[in-house]
């Protein structure tokens, strides 16, 4: 692994150890929106990598809890991500730590502490998920498409129900977990054999998307137009389901 990826990985391990301490006694949980949420962890851990990066690259900074905008050489950092799972004691949440050069992701980590998964993605070095090469499923269970179906109140919620009520009708089974990096990292795994949501955040996708191409899956064009500051739709799957995924999500 690179410097940059060995750096990367051993970050979100450290970060991982201290959202666990945190999480045994949570403090207060601030709510953005009625159904958005941001605890001392999310602060503390986006601190502690904004620090760990000044100190090691001095490079910009996009994260989700203190911000920033576009920049030709841009570290990606989701401190957690799956903050309601985090909330509730359940498992699937993650950090998710992104190094992108020129609106071209070139590593992506992603480490679920509480489930012990550390997925790695280099560019042009393959996926990997605690060390283990992934592929995407390629459909090989034999089964119908599992998709899963992210959504925030970023979009109105009659948009992600006609979308559900779309995917259903082309016989495509539906999910939703509550992680949007995890999501994307289970396509990647040949866990899921599709990830859709109609916008979401960089910090939560940039990871992902790397992870995705690298384990043989196909990705919209995210890193396009104002990314970086905007968001954009995603739609990431197994190459076998892209052209069906796309006539029923329109995201292309
Ligand atoms: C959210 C999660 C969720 C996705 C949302 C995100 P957060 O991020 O990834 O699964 O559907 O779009 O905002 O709030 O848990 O960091």
Request: proline share 4%; hydrophobic share 45%; net charge negative.
């Amino acid at each position: 692994m690179s410097d940059q990826g060995d750096f990367a990985v051993a970050l979100v391990r450290e970060a991982g150890a201290l959202a666990r301490r945190m999480r045994e006694s949570l403090g207060a949980v601030d709510a953005k929106d009625p159904l958005d949420f941001c605890t001392e962890a999310d602060h503390r851990i986006e601190q502690l990598v904004r620090e760990r990066i000044a100190a090691r690259f001095n490079e910009p900074v996009l994260g989700e809890e203190a911000g920033g905008g576009p920049a030709s050489r841009l570290w990606v950092v989701d401190p957690i991500d799956g903050t309601v799972n985090f909330i509730h004691g359940t498992s699937r949440w993650c950090i998710s730590l992104a190094f992108v050069v020129e609106s071209r992701v070139e590593l992506g980590v992603i480490f679920a502490p509480a489930e012990q998964r550390l997925f790695v993605a280099e560019r042009g070095s393959g996926a990997r998920l605690n060390d283990a090469p992934m592929r995407v499923s390629g459909m090989a269970h034999g089964a119908g498409p599992v998709v899963e179906v992210g959504w925030s109140s970023r979009r109105p919620i009659g948009a992600y129900a006609a979308l559900i009520e779309r995917l259903i009708g082309a016989d495509m089974e539906f999910r939703r977990h509550g992680s949007g990096a995890l999501g994307m990292a289970d396509v990647a795994a040949g866990l899921n054999d599709a990830y859709v949501e109609l916008h979401i955040n960089a910090w939560d996708v940039a990871a992902g998307l790397l992870l995705v191409q690298e384990a043989g899956g196909w990705t919209n064009d995210y890193l396009r137009g104002d990314w970086a500051t905007q968001g954009n739709p995603i739609s990431a799957c197994t190459p076998e389901l892209q052209d069906r995924l796309a006539k029923v999500t329109g995201i292309a």
